[in-house]
């Protein structure tokens, strides 16, 4: 959120105007403040249809007047990486648990009050799935969808998955979760995601994977 000199000179100006008044002798007439580009300065920010308040994306005032850091909009490209927690479930082998991360890249939709997108995930990972085999890369390509909720976006996601391994070959899967987004300014996002996977039977010994991953992101919007 980018705000110019001048406006936070005349806001502040302006806050200060009543008591500056008490100062000045009735027949003095009031100073003129200037006016910013795009902050229009008034003592009256209650909007009641009769003034314009600058609003869309970066601008300090909502409809109301009040400052709320911005509207949100979600419609873009993004990048970005992920890094977290990974545990797996093996009919042949005990449960196991490994560090898991990597990368996101995606675009999303905003139609107002929801959001739509989708995206291609690539972690990395050391999840044992069989005596002197691991999981080594998941790959995932995700639909995700959800309201907004302030600046925050609450979503549900889903899709295929494929796990890769270093002696079981590879298997194909599905995967569902959900997580929450909130964007701390027009460019950058931060937010948390949890996500199952099901690999089924796992190369040629028939070997049911599970797994569940619980991940922060963080994103960069263009």
């Known amino acids: 959120m980018r705000i110019s000199v001048s406006a936070i000179v005349s806001a502040t100006l302006l806050l200060a105007a009543p008591a500056l008044a008490q100062g000045v002798a009735e027949n003095k007439p009031a100073p003129v403040f200037p006016t910013a580009t795009g902050f229009p300065v008034s003592s009256d920010l209650s909007h009641d249809g009769s003034q314009t308040v600058s609003q869309g994306r970066g601008s300090i005032f909502s409809a109301r007047g009040t400052a709320i850091g911005g509207a949100v909009d979600w419609t873009g490209f993004y990048i970005g990486g992920q890094i977290g927690a990974v545990f797996g479930d093996a009919d042949l082998a005990k449960d196991d648990e490994s560090v898991i991360g990597g990368v996101t890249l995606g675009y999303d939709y905003d139609f107002g009050r929801w959001v739509i997108g989708g995206a291609l995930d690539y972690d990395f990972t050391d999840l044992d799935i069989a005596p002197g085999s691991s999981i080594e890369q998941i790959f995932r390509l995700k639909l995700r969808g959800g309201p907004k909720i302030g600046r925050g976006l609450l979503y549900g996601a889903g899709g295929y998955a494929n796990a890769d391994s270093d002696h079981s070959g590879n298997e194909d899967g599905w995967f569902l979760g959900g997580g929450y987004e909130y964007m701390v300014n027009?460019?950058?996002?931060?937010?948390?995601?949890?996500?199952?996977?099901?690999?089924?039977?796992?190369?040629?010994?028939?070997n049911d994977v599970d797994a569940t991953s619980v991940q922060v992101r963080a994103t960069f919007r263009f």
């Open 186 to 206: 027009d460019r950058v996002s931060v937010g948390g995601e949890v996500l199952y996977h099901d690999f089924g039977s796992f190369g040629s010994a028939n």
